[in-house]
């Protein structure tokens, strides 16, 4: 069973950064994709970026430009930078990692972007 942790959340002002950390409990090395994902007030669990085992990244148009993912498969861990952070931004963002059927949660980290 891998255990994911989120670490980096925090309130920012609008237009400043914050850089989210998912640490494994397990190594990710053969994680067929680590990812983040969003879930604001009211609204659903949302797909922020994601990062195959080859490298490959996918984002949300919404974010595009203004985040990156990385992951670092040495440290077991991925991370997710966020630039130019907009009130849109406020939500709990929850690391993910996959492997073929198998899918598994952090519990979040709350991230609030005050105007």
């Known amino acids: 069973q891998v255990q994911l942790v989120e670490s980096g959340g925090g309130l920012v002002q609008a237009g400043g950064s914050l850089r989210l950390s998912c640490a494994s409990s397990?190594?990710?090395?053969?994680?067929?994709?680590m990812g983040w994902y969003r879930q604001a007030p009211g609204k659903e669990r949302e797909l922020v970026a994601a990062v195959t085992r080859g490298g490959s990244t996918n984002y949300a148009d919404s974010v595009k430009g203004r985040f990156t993912i990385s992951r670092d498969n040495a440290k077991n861990t991925v991370a997710l930078q966020m630039n130019s952070l907009e009130p849109e931004d406020t939500a709990v963002y929850y690391c993910?990692?996959?492997?073929?059927?198998?899918?598994?949660w952090g519990r979040g980290t709350q991230v609030t972007v005050a105007s």
């Open positions: 397990g190594s990710i090395d053969s994680m067929n994709s």
């Open positions: 993910n990692a996959r492997y073929w059927s198998r899918t598994y």
